[in-house]
């Protein structure tokens, strides 16, 4: 499923020139659904840097500054040290909240800095964080990375063409990084430019542990269910749940 969707998005990606992009033609390896741990088994990941797609978009306090549930923070750690541990450089990025492509300093849809210190006490490293995702700042910071290190990109929704799957955003995304690991479960239903369109720039993609133990999950639970089957869906966009609903109900 995710493999089909990102050989959808590489066939409508218009082609950029080389000096200013890397494009990696799709092949039986890049389509295969490979998990992080797979990934590691097919290259050698030391000193590598790996762009992580994450979900850090938690909860903060009325001060801004406070995170008041870490749940999606405590969910990368599994994938983000398996990586480190590996030796590759870790790039992590996320939105966080909807800033409609405008620079927001602080609050729910400001900056990513209230993680940094609870990233650190989950990571048990330092991580180091940059003002913006893409650009001079995160290309210098990119290349100076060495084996064990993470780097964390600004807030990626700051970027309008981030919703947009825009080819700009993601060609330069792709050019930070060897490999990219989709591990944000939440939005992965979103062809974005840090969710899906990067994926045709790189290497090599694989799924992190997160989003891998929901797929085999969810596959499990529709293809093969034990019934009686009942399923109950959550979140305020009804307009996005009216298709899985849909579904289910053929397999109900």
Do not use: W
């Not at 405590?74 to 992590?92: H, M, Q, S, Y």
């Not at 290190?149 to 930070?176: C, I, M, Q, S, Y």
């Amino acid at each position: 499923m995710l493999a089909r969707a990102l050989l959808r998005q590489a066939a409508r990606r218009p082609a950029f020139a080389a000096a200013s992009t890397r494009c990696y033609s799709a092949t039986a390896l890049s389509l295969e659904k490979l998990n992080v741990a797979g990934l590691a088994d097919r290259v050698n990941l030391s000193g590598r840097n790996v762009l992580v797609r994450v979900d850090l978009n938690v909860p903060l306090a009325k001060d801004d500054v406070t995170v008041t549930d870490d749940t999606r923070l405590r969910a990368i750690v599994p994938t983000t040290k398996f990586l480190l541990d590996e030796g590759a450089n870790v790039i992590l990025c996320s939105h966080f909240g909807r800033p409609k492509g405008k620079v927001v300093e602080t609050g729910k849809n400001g900056r990513l800095t209230p993680v940094v210190e609870p990233l650190k006490a989950l990571l048990g490293t330092d991580v180091r964080k940059v003002d913006d995702c893409v650009g001079e700042s995160a290309e210098s910071a990119a290349a100076q990375l060495t084996s064990g290190d993470v780097l964390l990109l600004e807030n990626t929704r700051f970027h309008a063409g981030e919703t947009k799957n825009d080819p700009t955003l993601l060609a330069v995304l792709g050019k930070l990084t060897d490999y990219f690991v989709m591990d944000a479960f939440g939005t992965a239903h979103r062809a974005h430019s840090s969710t899906a369109g990067v994926a045709g720039h790189v290497e090599l993609s694989a799924a992190g542990f997160l989003l891998d133990k929901e797929l085999k999950y969810l596959k499990g639970a529709v293809d093969e269910p034990e019934r009686p089957l009942c399923a109950i869906i959550g979140g305020a966009k009804v307009s996005t749940k009216l298709p899985v609903i849909e579904s289910l109900i053929e397999k109900c």
